[in-house]
């Protein structure tokens, strides 16, 4: 019971953490002053951390864990991947052209990893 209710949160939160991605890309592009606002930045990690947190629980009640599970590590590989794309996307990066090119990376990137999970391999 306890791990139904952990993966809805944790399938939840991914769902949420990819749509919201996917639009503050999208005020990054046509309203940038979005982009910063305090609640959205906020709503992003409190969503963030229960998809960690959520994450975490799911491998300590499986007995799964990193360097233990290929592709646990190659999910946690991915994520910093994604986390790095993320920041370059909607803050860091110097030009539209480059920030769009680090944002569909990194919708890859955590396509990548969905898919991963599905398959519980590395290699899909
Ligand atoms: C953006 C980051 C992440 C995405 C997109 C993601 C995606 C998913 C998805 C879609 C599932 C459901 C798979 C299924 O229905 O069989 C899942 C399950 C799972 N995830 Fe994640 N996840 C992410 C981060 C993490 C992290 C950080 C951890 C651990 C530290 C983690 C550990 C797990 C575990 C243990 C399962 C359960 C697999 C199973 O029940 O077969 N995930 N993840």
Same mark, same amino acid.
């Given at each position: ?10 399938? +939840? ?32 990690? @409190?969503?963030?951390?229960?998809? $960690? ?18 592709? @646990?590590?190659? #999910? ?17 990066? #110097?030009? #539209?052209? +480059?920030?769009?090119?680090?944002? $569909? ?15 519980? +391999?590395? @290699?899909?």
């Amino acid at each position: 019971m306890l791990y139904y209710w952990v993966k809805t949160l944790h399938v +939840s939160t991914v769902v949420f953490t990819i749509g919201f991605f996917a639009l503050r890309f999208f005020w990054m592009l046509y309203n940038p002053g979005l982009v910063r606002k305090k609640w959205v930045r906020y709503l992003s990690v @409190l969503n963030d951390t229960l998809l $960690l947190g959520a994450g975490i629980t799911l491998a300590i009640i499986l007995h799964q864990y990193p360097l233990q599970s290929p592709w @646990l590590t190659a #999910k946690l590989i991915a994520l910093l991947v994604y986390i790095l794309l993320g920041m370059h996307a909607l803050r860091l990066g #110097k030009s #539209k052209k +480059s920030r769009t090119i680090s944002a $569909l990376l990194a919708l890859l990137t955590v396509g990548y990893i969905v898919l991963v999970a599905l398959k519980r +391999s590395p @290699l899909l």
